[in-house]
């Protein structure tokens, strides 16, 4: 029989439906049932894309043994983290307090006001891999509950005690900061297989963005190389999906090769726009490759028909994680042909032995691929060619095989990434497709996920809105409007960003006029109100929204969004100066508003006469420039009324014009292109 799970909206929290543990979603019926029986909560937080969340799963949540003490001795509570990163954000911040790591599942036991007295990740049903067995876990949790309440009840309050006492330390930040940043990840960086320090490798394509931006900002070469050289790295290893294309979760091993298998919208997104700043600096067939590819496969496999984006797609399929996704020799060879068959191989790196579980290879681009052609004698065009025609027959070999799960549900943050990254790809490719790929899906977001009071809700499943925004909702949705701006220079989109970066600062601020916190002032009150900052697997909502106001500031002559952001970095600018490498988008801003600054206003009767200048800004990486386009008459109404002193700037004569201020100097107006983009180079 289901329980009431099955009732719930979260792909994750669906896949529970049918366990024998009388599963509660996070919510007031299972803290009163907590408070009348007298019973402790056991708090179980996961994704539905989580290989160790299945397998825990399987292993307890499916045992009747187990579920039998669960629903006799505790309440216990199912959280999707995805659709809930408030509740899960606390007690992973108890997880890493009390046990010095964390991860998914998260498994925390809660008084019944909420407050943990013990946490960890995984546990197996029974004891092995040198972790306690989870029944075990189970009846000590229960017996401390009915035996040493006063013990409990202690670590209980002083861990809400320590939530609530976490206070910042302001700090001004300047550039040794972000040169600190540059020389740790140059300490950590692996120089032959790219990324940094050992196993397990994590993408962070918005640490890689911090890097690229920051070597052009300066011209330190080795801060480019690392960036350039892990993302080689990662797109010609097995973290890739050489034959459906997009990036997995992150590499088990130090080699990029042997991921977990499942594919993220955010990573995804993050990397995608990582690519395009790479390209933007260098102009690299390969990159354009990858962009063009990852688009691809995001717009085919996670595309709703609405426009949106969905979150996930699944590691396992048919109980075995990346059963899906590798082939043994004799699958491969089958699928590829006989007559390039070995010389694929070689390619892909497959072998009869295998470099994954049960004799089975992760393809991954195991050769220099311009030596590989020269050996084979295949010229550029004819190498490119053989390749694709392996591709297209793997992928439907693939396609015959039962497919990982879908997590379809759409949330405003990591759809605010994607917009971004789509949007910047697209205009650094001039490729309209990708451009409007991202303005769809914004307005899928302001349409369904909008309130017309303007606040914003976090998800949307299946035709069904939900659960009040947070933070992260509002600065990533944030800037993907303002890099729609930049790609396509259309008012609304940067009016829309400061509609939502002002409902941001008056649901979100502290009173204090420094940090913002998790969640809006009349979100449900849990047993602390935090503030993140730490850029981690994914930016932190406050460094995502310090970079967002910064740039709004720069863009509409408002300073005030540029001391919001300075109070913003300042705030946390201790944490960020001791630990620069995990705070890179945060940085990221820091260096937009301490860098030289550059505006640019293109001039213009009509849009057609500025689009080579238009072009010629958004082919480059600028870190530190904003562009405003100021067309004549009635199609510059709106950009006028939000950016008043832009009247005054007017193409001279019958040809557009562009206005340049640098380091706050205003040079003599440009009506040359090549004098122009001599200029921004």
């Not at 600096?281 to 354009?288: D, M």
């Not at 969905?310 to 990346?322: R, V, W």
């Not at 499943?461 to 944030?478: M, N, V």
């Not at 006029?513 to 047993?527: C, M, N, S, V, W």
């Amino acid at each position: 029989m289901p329980n009431r799970l099955a009732l719930a909206s979260s792909p994750y929290l669906l896949q529970h439906a049918h366990n024998p543990v009388d599963w509660f979603e996070w919510g007031a019926e299972a803290f009163e049932k907590a408070e009348k029986e007298d019973k402790p909560i056991f708090l179980s937080v996961g994704y539905s894309t989580c290989h160790w969340c299945h397998v825990m799963e399987h292993e307890s949540f499916e045992d009747d043994e187990v579920a039998a003490y669960m629903n006799e001795h505790f309440v216990s509570i199912k959280v999707d983290r995805e659709e809930r990163p408030d509740v899960d954000h606390i007690y992973m911040t108890v997880c890493q307090t009390m046990t010095g790591s964390g991860g998914w599942p998260l498994s925390v036991f809660l008084t019944p006001s909420r407050e943990p007295y013990y946490a960890g990740t995984y546990f197996p049903r029974d004891d092995r891999y040198a972790r306690p067995g989870f029944l075990r876990v189970l009846r000590a949790m229960s017996d401390a509950w009915k035996t040493d309440r006063d013990k409990v009840l202690g670590i209980g309050g002083e861990m809400r005690r320590a939530l609530n006492s976490a206070v910042e330390n302001p700090r001004a930040l300047g550039a040794d900061t972000l040169d600190k940043a540059g020389s740790r990840f140059s300490a950590t960086f692996d120089p032959v297989q790219g990324g940094f320090g050992g196993a397990p490798k994590f993408p962070m394509g918005h640490a890689l963005s911090f890097l690229l931006r920051r070597a052009a900002r300066t011209g330190n070469e080795q801060l480019a190389h690392m960036a350039r050289h892990t993302l080689t790295a990662m797109y010609r290893g097995g973290i890739y999906d050489h034959v459906g294309f997009g990036f997995c979760r992150y590499s088990t091993d130090a080699q990029w090769l042997v991921p977990h298998f499942e594919k993220m919208l955010y990573d995804n997104a993050l990397l995608l726009a990582a690519h395009a700043d790479l390209y933007a600096l260098t102009g690299s067939a390969e990159q354009e490759r990858v962009m063009r590819e990852i688009a691809a496969y995001v717009l085919r496999d996670l595309g709703d028909p609405g426009g949106a984006f969905y979150s996930a797609e699944n590691a396992d399929s048919e109980g075995e994680e990346g059963k899906f996704y590798v082939f043994t020799e004799h699958e491969f060879l089958k699928a590829v042909g006989p007559e390039y068959g070995a010389a694929l191989a070689e390619y892909f790196g497959v072998t009869a032995a295998g470099n994954f579980e049960h004799g089975a290879n992760v393809l991954h681009i195991a050769v220099d691929p311009a030596a590989w052609a020269s050996q084979h004698g295949f010229d550029e065009r004819r190498a490119a060619g053989i390749l694709e025609q392996a591709r297209q027959r793997l992928y439907a070999a693939r396609a015959r095989r039962v497919r990982p799960s879908l997590d379809d549900k759409v949330l405003t943050s990591w759809n605010g990434l994607m917009i971004s990254a789509l949007a910047r790809a697209g205009a650094v490719l001039g490729d309209p497709e990708l451009v409007h790929a991202a303005v769809r899906a914004a307005e899928f977001i302001l349409r369904v996920l909008r309130r017309d009071d303007g606040t914003l809700l976090h998800r949307w499943r299946a035709g069904s809105a939900g659960i009040d925004g947070f933070l992260e909702d509002y600065a990533f949705l944030a800037l993907g409007l303002l890099d729609l701006y930049d790609a396509t220079f259309d008012a609304a989109h940067l009016a829309t960003a400061k509609s939502i970066l002002d409902r941001m600062l008056a649901d979100f601020s502290d009173g204090a006029g420094d940090g913002l916190f998790f969640t809006a002032r009349d979100a449900e009150q849990l047993i602390t109100r935090s503030k993140d900052v730490y850029d981690g697997a994914m930016p932190s909502g406050n460094s995502a929204a310090a970079y967002a106001l910064a740039r709004l500031g720069r863009l509409l002559g408002d300073t005030r969004y540029e001391d919001r952001a300075r109070a913003l970095i300042e705030t946390f600018g201790t944490q960020a100066d001791e630990y620069p490498t995990g705070h890179t988008l945060l940085l990221t801003a820091l260096d937009f508003l301490t860098g030289a600054p550059r505006e640019i206003v293109i001039a213009a009767h009509d849009r057609h006469s500025a689009r080579p200048y238009i072009e010629a800004v958004q082919q480059l990486l600028l870190p530190g420039t904003i562009a405003l386009l100021h067309e004549t008459g009635s199609a510059g109404d709106s950009i006028r009324a939000l950016v008043p002193f832009i009247a005054a700037q007017s193409p001279l004569g019958d040809r557009a014009t562009v206005y340049v201020c640098e380091r706050f100097e205003c040079r003599q107006p440009v009506q040359d292109l090549e004098s122009f983009i001599t200029l921004l180079r």
